[in-house]
């Protein structure tokens, strides 16, 4: 019998020549790299390559890339096709999770030049169809220092609400409950099976 975990690093979406995968082995380390060094991943730094794979590894991630190879069609005055390089790296969601009870989303970003095409919250749905999947998850949470998009980004997309922080004065912390925990029926007006 495969475990959760295989089952959900299995999973991948498809849209136009988008593509949302959960395989680890398709996240390319050297790019994570360069996005933990950048200014836009304001809470967290580098760490190093071997660190960097064991991180994407232990996590279930999901991948955002663009399958679009940009290949000019051959003709019989140009036969050769360049070569597919693979898809390219263009965002991440990255969560800690025992792929039974609890799911920690962290690590969100997409790439600046794929932004206001919707593929945030594309890549949101996503990691909220797999936890709605989950039926023992008790929780997903996250931690957001941006009251002013991310907060009503995650009310939105994932239903989250802020169960700890105040504006302006510290992080917002925002849950979800899930189907294994023991208020989820009451507060989505389902009853208990008897």
């Known amino acids: 019998m495969a475990t959760a975990a295989s089952q959900l690093r299995q999973k991948s979406w498809r849209r136009d020549?988008?593509?949302i995968s959960t395989d680890p082995s398709l996240i390319p380390v050297n790019?994570?790299?360069k996005v933990f060094t950048s200014d836009e991943i304001y809470?967290?730094?580098?760490l190093p390559e071997d660190a960097t794979r064991e991180m994407l590894d232990n996590c279930l991630c999901f991948g955002l890339y663009d399958t679009d190879q940009d290949s000019p069609t051959p003709s019989p005055?140009?036969?050769t096709k360049r070569k597919p390089s693979g898809p390219k790296f263009i965002g991440i969601a990255r969560c800690i999770t025992?792929?039974?009870t609890v799911l920690y989303i962290t690590d969100v970003w997409v790439s600046p030049a794929y932004r206001s095409e919707g593929l945030g919250t594309w890549l949101m749905e996503?990691?909220?169809e797999v936890s709605e999947s989950m039926p023992h998850l008790r929780k997903s949470m996250l931690a957001t220092g941006d009251w002013e998009k991310s907060v009503p980004f995650y009310e939105r997309v994932m239903e989250m609400k802020v169960t700890e922080g105040k504006r302006g004065e510290s992080r917002a912390i925002m849950e979800r409950r899930g189907r294994g925990n023991p208020r989820?029926?009451?507060e989505n007006g389902e009853k208990k099976e008897e």
């Open 31 to 33: 790019e994570v790299i």
């Open 77 to 79: 005055g140009n036969p």
């Open 98 to 100: 025992d792929f039974t």
């Open 17 to 19: 020549e988008f593509l």
């Open 184 to 186: 989820y029926e009451e």
């Open 126 to 128: 996503c990691v909220n």
């Open 43 to 46: 809470w967290a730094k580098p």
